[in-house]
């Protein structure tokens, strides 16, 4: 800590900082545009500008930009004076000179970082009286509206798409004046973590498409602490409701998970709670086939028919659900005849991988450890479509070469421009064994493409490398060599490859190296957003789907209760004939209709996340909390809420204790010594700030008196929430109590650049600390070998690889609408001498084992004899990967690849 | 003593004057008072002088609103604008204090000098946009905030609002 002067006071800042982020660290309102805390400076803007002075004498100083100029012991500056006030408004005034009047029709507006600025520095009349330039908008997809008329030129946005996130298609172009910030042509933006740019451009250029069709301002969304339920990272997000519609979701910052960012399968794939395919009541079943829509009392009454203690219960819980709803299905129907729900490659992988972190010496690695990471070895993950977020992070983690020469040099991080400029092309290492092209190539050293029974084998070169002995490639032992001179070297790999052989090798080199290397970090994937919390409720006891078909065949199981899992994901068609043609009694919850929900004689309308609270194990195995932003409406209730109910109809003991959700998930802990921490993954519901409950509507949340009145206008009381430390209100203080973030907003700081306000310092983790609880830090001994790998088939010649895609693969994300635009159709892909063998042209398709025909893309990356399948999509469902398979030509195929979006066709709006 | 006795006196005489002097009271409803433009009553939406709506549905209304009485939902139509999905605004809680109208970038909302909206049910008190909006400009005749804004609508493109140049060729290199 230094001493420095502002404005006659002595403050203590921290060295290493910048002027700008110490001022925002010590609470002094300093307006500034192009830095970013993740991005550093570059002094574009000269907003930030103060008046420096040489010594207590000089009393003329210079005009120096804050955010460039490092903190110094001793050092003198004037924020408030005359001459830098004066500078930065007049700054704010030539920024305007162009701007549109759009703020009652921007969707900015009201969390404007320009309009919080343009407030902060006093500007208010317009002197200029020439004309203003204008722009011609761009169509940059279905996601992310663009309004080039109200751009700054502070070039956040190139910056971030082009330096951070190693996008391509949008830069800054044209000359002087003239300049625009969008793509070379109208198009749908290519980079995964487009949606970013919605918070980082601090104006209205990049807003929100899906927000601004019916568009809700930022003062009037109601929110509360989220967790995506996208991939398994556990970004945090806060998602914003109004009128009982989920509007959008916006980044939470957690320091030790996504910082500032999310990836757009996050940002907009969370329509789904939306869906008109939501379900709305309890439903039974009549002998015809059809439902009637039931009260929940009669359903549960039904229930307790269906649950009566001679009857054989078997449940088959979900790795999208939270730790809660399938502890509870546990308990209603014993640990050994509960499945947790995983596919048949899935229930042997997901639990090893599971194993695999339990007794991995090396740390697993947060977000924030990837990105300190300087050497990368992925294994057979493409995270770009399966752990997006990781995909981003790992773009961060190259850079480390490049903060290694800046320290070098003396030169800060922060300074980005010569940090960037310095290192040029130099990168940490990052190589990869993939079975195809990867989003990350343009970044890695080696890119070998292979499939995974071969990649396993290159992986367990290096560990001999490693342990001194010889390679037999060249790459193999150039990797070795660099994972052994980091100084943080990071494994990655996961379940995505569907191959236990890739797995154990990751975790083998991962082993050696931590002999030689302590800091040594893995991070290993897993398809959904409680996976591992799903492995970690099941044992060796708990059945595998097509263990419970088995014993449905034998007529050991009256009642199946199977909850939130579509299970035609799960399994084929021939196990689930088994499952339901045997057993009549099927109790389904979930909260959207699936092909499953269809086959129970009695549903129960299920919250998602938006309308519930639970707790998810993220594939770092942190335990995160997500809450309720909607009230629960018509008759859906969260899982764990009917589970309870279940148990009650059923007449069990063991269910009369439990009353809330702290105390699910309280027992939920005692039952598991691996989940004893989940209770403090959040404050439980009796937590109180400043004497009141924590806000879910900003302080200027407006409509309350008229939002009903259509209905009545008699006002009914807000809705209590006994469950969660949240209120839906707008009274209390939404101050320091961490990740229970519900939104972010200080005097001053409408826009999301408030969560300044909230950090230790500028940048740093949220005071009251990061959200979450790491849940497997301590290495377990638990030993084994990975489950008996079901039989594949070995039909043919052709591997089956997957392929998968991050708008399309994933199960929730696909039936919000903008997504399923997006996600195109599915292919096979193979490369061109495959191709040419099997006679296949571009625009043919292929019948694997003869089923229906799927259209063909020669993707030369693949390598020979794979076939590479679009996972998750509902074509390809039937094929398993890893197996071998036979192929053939489909005859009469006609392409039906369209070639737009069809939504918009990009002419609303430009 | 004499003083106080005089003050008495002279309080009833000019009391007693006054049953000679007009009345101020008239004889309401028969009789209506003047009420000048500017006062505060009864709320309507207005149209634009090209007889298109005038609500963008900013919300700027509602948030000023406080006793929070307006609830309104933005939409965008076909031809580019913004517009009220719905616009509600509950009088049975309203204050008639003109908050909104000085809020409102558009001259949309407007308060009336109409104030006779007695109800015997509260419900009635709850108006929507049908109820709402009336077919004229209102108290400002000329305004019309998309010839200013900067967003395009059908029939005015980018660069034609007040004080607009026409758009940059970005291609181009000319000063
Ligand atoms: S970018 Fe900000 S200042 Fe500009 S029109 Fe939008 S809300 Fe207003
Ligand atoms: S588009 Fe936004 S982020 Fe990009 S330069 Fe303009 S104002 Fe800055
Ligand atoms: S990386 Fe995964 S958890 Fe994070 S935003 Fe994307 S889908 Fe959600
Ligand atoms: S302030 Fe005016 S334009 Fe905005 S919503 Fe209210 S009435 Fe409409
Ligand atoms: S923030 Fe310092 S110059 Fe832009």
């Known amino acids: 800590m230094v001493i420095i002067n502002i404005d006659g006071q002595d403050y203590q800042a921290r060295e290493g900082q910048n002027i700008l982020q110490a001022c925002l660290s010590l609470g002094l309102n300093l307006p500034y545009f192009c830095w970013h805390p993740a991005m550093g400076s570059i002094g574009a803007c000269r907003q930030c500008a103060v008046v420096q002075f040489q010594n207590a004498e000089d009393e003329r100083g210079r005009i120096v930009m804050a955010c460039m100029t490092p903190v110094t012991d001793g050092a003198r500056f004037s924020l408030g004076g005359d001459k830098a006030s004066t500078f930065r408004r007049n700054i704010v005034e030539s920024l305007m000179l162009n701007h549109p009047h759009d703020c009652p029709v921007c969707a900015e507006g009201g969390e404007c970082h320009l309009q919080d600025m343009t407030v902060m520095v006093g500007h208010r009349d317009r002197r200029y009286r020439g004309r203003k330039n204008t722009h011609r908008n761009q169509y940059l997809g279905p996601l992310i509206h663009h309004e080039m008329n109200r751009c700054i030129t502070c070039y956040r946005c190139t910056r971030y798409y082009r330096d951070y996130a190693g996008g391509h298609d949008l830069a800054a172009m044209a000359a002087h004046d003239h300049i625009y910030f969008g793509r070379h042509t109208d198009g749908v933006l290519e980079n995964e973590f487009a949606g970013n740019l919605v918070e980082v451009c601090p104006t209205g250029v990049f807003t929100d498409k899906t927000l601004v069709q019916h568009y809700t301002r930022k003062w009037d969304l109601q929110s509360a602490p989220s967790v995506c339920v996208g991939c398994a990272v556990g970004c945090n997000t806060m998602p914003g409701e109004r009128y009982g519609k989920l509007k959008r979701i916006h980044n939470r910052f957690n320091a030790e998970v996504n910082g500032y960012f999310l990836c757009d399968r996050g940002r907009f794939g969370a329509g789904f709670v939306n869906s008109p395919q939501r379900l709305d009541y309890a439903a039974a079943r009549n002998a015809d086939g059809s439902y009637d829509a039931i009260q929940p009392d009669a359903a549960l009454k039904l229930a307790a028919e269906l649950l009566q203690p001679d009857n054989k219960l078997a449940g088959i819980g979900s790795p999208r659900a939270s730790l809660e709803s399938n502890f509870l299905l546990q308990q209603l129907v014993g640990a050994g005849n509960c499945s947790p729900g995983f596919s048949a490659l899935d229930h042997a992988l997901i639990p090893y991988t599971l194993q695999l972190l339990q007794q991995s010496p090396a740390r697993i690695a947060s977000l924030q450890d990837i990105e300190s990471a300087d050497a990368v070895l992925v294994l057979g993950e493409d995270v770009t479509n399966t752990a997006p977020r990781i995909a981003l992070a790992l773009r961060q983690a190259v850079r480390s070469r490049a903060f290694e020469l800046a320290a070098e040099l003396k030169l800060e991080p922060w300074q980005d421009a010569a940090v960037r400029n310095l290192a040029q092309n130099q990168r940490s290492p990052l190589d990869s064994y993939l079975s195809a092209e990867s989003k990350l190539d343009d970044i890695a050293r080696h890119c070998i493409r292979c499939n995974p029974e071969q990649i396993a084998d290159h992986a367990n070169a290096i560990v001999s490398a490693l342990n001194g002995g010889t390679a037999d490639s060249d790459s193999a032992s150039d990797i070795a060599r660099s994972l052994l001179a980091a100084r943080r070297p990071l494994i990655v790999s996961g379940s995505g490859a569907q191959s236990a052989a890739v797995l154990e090798a990751a975790a083998a080199i991962v082993n050696a190296l931590h002999r030689v290397n302590p800091a040594t970090m893995i991070s290993l994937s897993v398809p959904e957003c409680n996976s591992l919390g799903a492995a970690l409720l099941s044992s060796d006891v708990s059945p595998s789907i097509a263990a419970l078909a088995e014993r449905a065949v034998k007529g050991d199981i009256d009642t199946l209760v199977i909850l939130e899992n579509d299970l035609t994901r799960r399994c084929s068609p021939q196990t689930l004939a088994l499952l339901y043609d045997n057993i009549s009694n099927i109790i389904a919850l979930d909260a959207l209709d699936t092909a499953t929900v269809s086959e129970a004689a009695l549903v129960l309308p299920c919250a998602t996340f938006a309308d519930s609270e639970g707790t998810l194990v993220s594939s770092e195995g942190r335990a995160q909390r997500y809450f309720p932003v909607i009230s629960t409406t018509l008759d859906r209730q969260p899982g764990w809420y009917w589970l309870l109910q279940l148990g009650r109809a059923a007449r069990r003991d063991d269910f009369a204790e439990l009353l809330h959700f702290d105390a699910v998930s309280a027992a939920c802990a005692a039952h598991y010594g691996q989940l004893a921490a989940i209770s403090a993954a959040a404050p439980l519901h009796d937590f109180v700030s400043h004497g009141l409950k924590v806000p879910r509507q900003p302080h200027r949340y407006s409509g309350r008196t008229a939002m009903r009145a259509n209905v009545s206008v008699q006002e009914p009381r807000q809705t209590q929430d006994g469950e969660s430390p949240l209120a839906y209100s707008m009274e209390g203080l939404n101050r320091d109590q961490g990740g229970l973030l519900p939104f972010v907003w200080s005097p001053g700081w409408n826009s999301n650049q408030a969560v300044h306000k909230f950090q230790s310092e500028a940048g740093g983790p949220l005071r009251g600390g990061s959200a979450g609880v790491r849940l497997l830090d301590e290495t377990t001994d638990s030993s084994g070998s990975p489950a008996a790998k079901p039989g594949l088939p070995e039909t043919g010649q052709w591997l089956l690889v997957p392929r998968y895609r991050i708008f399309g693969s994933d199960e929730l994300s696909v039936r919000s609408e903008v997504i399923a635009e997006l996600a195109g159709e599915p292919l096979l892909e193979l490369n061109a001498a495959d191709a040419a063998s099997l006679g296949l042209g571009q625009d043919d398709a292929l019948c694997i084992e003869g089923a229906a025909a799927i259209a063909v893309r020669i993707n030369d990356s693949l390598p020979g004899g794979c076939i590479g399948f679009s996972a998750g999509y509902e074509a390809t469902r039937s094929l398993v990967a890893g197996s071998r398979v036979a192929v053939s030509k489909a005859v009469d195929w006609a392409s039906s690849r369209s070639q737009i979006i069809s939504s918009d066709g990009g002419s609303r709006h430009v | ?175």
């Not at chain 2, 700027?60 to 616009?87: H, S």
């Not at chain 2, 609508?153 to 000063?175: F, Q």
Request: aromatic letters at 12%.
């Open chain 2, 1 to 175: 003593m004499f003083e106080a006795v005089f003050s008495q006196f002279r309080s009833i005489w000019r009391i007693l004057g006054h049953s000679f002097s007009r009345a101020e009271t008239v004889q309401y409803p028969e009789q209506k008072p003047y009420l000048a433009p500017r006062y505060r009553g009864r709320i309507v939406l207005t149209l634009d002088p090209d007889g298109e709506e005038r609500c963008v549905a900013c919300n700027l209304c509602a948030v000023a609103c406080p006793v929070d009485c307006i609830a309104l939902q933005q939409g965008v139509r076909e031809d580019g604008r913004w517009y009220p999905e719905f616009f509600r605004i509950n009088f049975s809680r309203c204050i008639m204090c003109g908050m909104c109208e000085e809020a409102c970038p558009t001259y949309a909302i407007q308060l009336t000098p109409d104030f006779e909206m007695c109800e015997y049910q509260r419900q009635s008190m709850v108006y929507e946009k049908e109820h709402l909006q009336i077919a004229g400009t209102g108290k400002y005749p000329d305004y019309n905030f998309y010839r200013v804004s900067g967003l395009k609508i059908a029939g005015k493109d980018k660069g034609e609002a007040l004080n607009e140049a026409s758009p940059i060729d970005i291609r181009s290199l000319m000063p």
